[in-house]
């Protein structure tokens, strides 16, 4: 009989191929006819005018990283305010310590005016 651990080697061992199998299946089997209108540039159906290959400004990133990092606070907040009733000191704790760091961080991009659009 397998125990615990042999399961989790099997499954780790095995999981590659269900991500990599269609991957390589569709590279054998597929049909593979390039021409020069499917190598082309496409960008929302309008053929593009000048240098395809621009250099956005960081600010767009950095903006859409603090976003994303509010954004899984609001996804971890809201379980926390379904089972606010039942959680002990030591969780109201955790989650006011949550709360700090990320006002932390929101005051440090804040001063570093991360969140100026220009």
């Known amino acids: 009989m397998l125990s615990e651990w042999q399961f989790i080697i099997i499954f780790v061992l095995l999981s590659p191929i269900f991500p990599l199998a269609p991957v390589i299946l569709n590279h054998v089997l597929g ?3 390039p021409n020069p209108i ?11 005018v000048g240098d395809t290959w621009i250099q956005f400004k960081v ?12 954004d899984l606070e609001a996804v971890f907040l809201f379980p926390i305010a379904v089972a606010y009733g039942f959680l002990g000191l030591f969780a ?6 949550f709360v700090v760091i990320l ?5 440090y991009a804040w001063s570093r005016g ?3 659009w220009v």
């Open 31 to 33: 049909p593979n006819r």
């Open 38 to 48: 499917k190598q082309e540039i496409y960008e929302c159906g309008v053929e593009t």
């Open 59 to 70: 600010q767009y990133y950095i903006y859409a990283l603090v976003f994303v990092i509010f």
């Open 92 to 97: 109201v704790v955790e989650i006011v310590l």
């Open 103 to 107: 006002a932390i961080g929101l005051g």
């Open 114 to 116: 991360v969140l100026e």
